[in-house]
């Protein structure tokens, strides 16, 4: 990104807007707050695509009436280690983490907690729930199921979102393992940057809509489809098929939620599902006590010793050498901590039209 | 396969063979009949490469004592719903199905159960331990860490086990949807058949010992890597390196177990590990109670729903469309139970080369 093309933005600045934005739309403080916790976490972690990027999309299903924006947020069945949980329609923002909380609290009562979520939506990035579980010690993971892109293994329609999983371990003077990925071969964010700069896509990314191999962007938008991880059966594709339909049966299966082709996107007007089999969009959310299995101190001693061998791995030629899941979203964190929060063009203009719709300040 | 290269046994002449060579070898009469039908499944399921094909490394790895054939495997730490268990050296085949029991116990209790094992060694399929969660309509989790042979992304040196997860969930009508798969784009097994055919490899798998990308299964055999799921940066590869280490993190940092490259090789004589940082390998299973989230028949006919429309998928041209995850383990299954299951020549040496070490019967 050149200075032209973006302005910078403090993490501040940005909370405090988006803040505004939600109440403006009657989300209660407390929820507003927390959705704009979401948002800015991602932006800082230099998850682009999931922060303020998409806060226009909030607001128009919003507008639209088509988000709860005071919703009641109840346990429908559980046992002392899991729940389902129905979201009433809300923000994924403000039920994702309610949800997650509740696996929290179970995890604190009897070692681990497992809240299956329904009646929900876009929940932000997958990685922000894990890292509150980290600050109780708590070993988190979180997934959600997500509008469909991806077809599996051997077909040629769209069946799938890019499901993500993220699941985080704490390091006693390392910082902690963060793992946060879709799973599909990459996002449509990627696919996006690549249509920004007028570029093909490399191999193994998409199908045609006749499920042909193809590197055109436009191939993907007029009906084709997002390859799971693993590409080809050839290079694994099944695994990455099994574990998006992993994810998708325990956030929308398990919870009542819309699975597969029927779970709505996150813009209202990409697609109307054929048909509803459950409501809103899914959640799945896990926590494990650490002292439910060890010592607390042992074991982020021994992430510690773990981190620092994985570091030490041999380099392959022409790369920077070996990372750990969560440094390159730490990295971003501590420089935009710094120096702000890149936010493009296009996107200054989606947050002043909001500015506009939620009658409130731009920032100045 | 042709006729000349194999000969068919029934699967019940098989599990005796196994078990009277785990009984030859001091393990007691209930455990060896447990390790025999973990063996068994495999190979009825169609997973030669860990079936009765890995019997003579069993008794390779006993006759040196380099397993405690009567371990007694106990829990070191637990709450409500969770566990850590020391497997006592035992046979990873006998630790393993007392570790996941204690998961199903819990879950039984209090709605989940999830038990991080060390001191253990192989386990066989990952696949036949959410099986055994099946049969009392809990959704079963397995994972193991193993001997390293993966690089992660930008690395040119062996760091991690190509580390398996796998999980099942029950139809109604359907047969269950059943995810068993590892963590490495390919699985060592698929080298080894390419090495017998005398082909190169595909693009994607291998890296040579300086980390660069090779065809030559040589170049893995001297020093060289297997890929992550995903195999290179552009197409999702830290993905499945992320997926990796999250296994060898909950299986064995998370136990007490050897993590990363110094967890022991199946194979006593692999290589040594250049220095031990716990016991043995790891195993982590999980239980989750379906009942603690839906009824029990609701879900299942959800699941019902979920597996005849992913059946309807388009399928992708010179396919024959979209299988459910499970599907080419219960086709294979319904062949072995007719027809026997394959044993390849050099197999039957193995089995031949056991019954005279354990002095038993070879199969008549």
């Given at each position: 990104?050149?200075?032209?093309?973006?302005?910078?933005?403090?993490?501040?600045?940005?909370r405090t807007f988006?803040?505004?934005?939600?109440?403006?739309?009657?989300?209660?403080?407390?929820?507003?707050?927390?959705?704009?916790?979401?948002?800015?976490?991602?932006?800082?972690?230099?998850?682009?695509?999931?922060?303020?990027?998409?806060?226009?999309?909030?607001?128009?299903?919003?507008?639209?009436?088509?988000?709860?924006?005071?919703?009641?947020?109840?346990?429908?069945?559980?046992?002392?280690?899991?729940?389902?949980?129905?979201?009433?329609?809300?923000?994924?923002?403000?039920?994702?983490?309610?949800?997650?909380?509740?696996?929290?609290?179970?995890?604190?009562?009897?070692?681990?907690?497992?809240?299956?979520?329904?009646?929900?939506?876009?929940?932000?990035?997958?990685?922000?729930?894990?890292?509150?579980?980290?600050?109780?010690?708590?070993?988190?993971?979180?997934?959600?199921?997500?509008?469909?892109?991806?077809?599996?293994?051997f077909g040629a329609?769209?069946?799938?979102?890019?499901?993500?999983?993220?699941?985080?371990?704490?390091?006693?003077?390392?910082?902690?393992?963060?793992?946060?990925?879709?799973?599909?071969?990459?996002?449509?964010?990627?696919?996006?940057?690549?249509?920004?700069?007028?570029?093909?896509?490399?191999?193994?990314?998409?199908?045609?809509?006749?499920?042909?191999?193809?590197?055109?962007?436009?191939?993907?938008?007029?009906?084709?489809?997002?390859?799971?991880?693993?590409?080809?059966?050839?290079?694994?594709?099944?695994?990455?098929?099994?574990?998006?339909?992993?994810?998708?049966?325990?956030?929308?299966?398990?919870?009542?939620?819309?699975?597969?082709?029927?779970?709505?996107?996150?813009?209202?007007?990409?697609?109307?599902?054929?048909?509803?089999?459950?409501?809103?969009?899914?959640?799945?959310?896990?926590?494990?006590?650490?002292?439910?299995?060890?010592?607390?101190?042992?074991?982020?001693?021994?992430?510690?010793?773990?981190?620092?061998?994985?570091?030490?791995?041999?380099?392959?030629?022409?790369?920077?050498?070996?990372?750990?899941?969560?440094?390159?979203?730490?990295f971003a964190e501590?420089?935009?901590?710094?120096?702000?929060?890149?936010?493009?063009?296009?996107?200054?203009?989606?947050?002043?039209?909001?500015?506009?719709?939620?009658?409130?300040?731009?920032?100045?």
């Amino acid at each position: 990104m050149n200075e032209d093309t973006f302005q910078r933005f403090s993490a501040a600045d940005l909370r405090t807007f988006i803040d505004n934005t939600f109440k403006a739309f009657e989300v209660p403080q407390a929820d507003a707050a927390q959705a704009a916790d979401v948002l800015v976490t991602s932006d800082l972690r230099g998850i682009d695509s999931h922060g303020v990027a998409r806060l226009r999309k909030y607001v128009e299903l919003m507008s639209e009436g088509l988000i709860n924006p005071r919703p009641n947020v109840r346990i429908l069945r559980e046992r002392m280690s899991t729940a389902t949980v129905d979201g009433d329609n809300g923000l994924g923002l403000v039920v994702g983490p309610k949800a997650n909380q509740i696996a929290i609290e179970k995890a604190e009562k009897v070692g681990s907690g497992w809240v299956s979520v329904c009646n929900t939506n876009h929940f932000g990035i997958a990685g922000y729930y894990p890292l509150q579980a980290l600050q109780k010690d708590i070993i988190g993971w979180a997934m959600t199921n997500t509008g469909k892109w991806m077809a599996p293994i051997f077909g040629a329609e769209r069946m799938l979102g890019t499901n993500p999983i993220a699941i985080a371990f704490p390091g006693l003077k390392e910082p902690p393992v963060v793992i946060d990925f879709a799973t599909s071969a990459v996002s449509f964010g990627k696919v996006q940057i690549k249509r920004r700069e007028g570029k093909d896509l490399p191999d193994n990314w998409i199908l045609d809509p006749d499920g042909n191999p193809s590197n055109k962007v436009d191939d993907l938008l007029t009906g084709g489809t997002l390859l799971p991880l693993g590409s080809t059966r050839e290079t694994g594709g099944h695994k990455g098929y099994c574990m998006a339909a992993m994810v998708d049966i325990l956030t929308a299966v398990l919870s009542g939620a819309n699975w597969g082709p029927f779970a709505p996107p996150f813009a209202s007007r990409v697609f109307i599902p054929e048909k509803s089999v459950g409501k809103g969009i899914g959640h799945f959310f896990g926590a494990m006590s650490i002292d439910g299995f060890m010592d607390v101190d042992e074991f982020k001693t021994r992430i510690d010793e773990w981190v620092q061998r994985f570091r030490e791995t041999k380099a392959a030629p022409d790369t920077q050498g070996v990372l750990i899941p969560g440094d390159p979203e730490r990295f971003a964190e501590a420089e935009r901590k710094e120096s702000g929060i890149p936010i493009i063009r296009p996107v200054i203009e989606d947050l002043k039209w909001v500015a506009e719709k939620a009658k409130i300040d731009w920032i100045q």
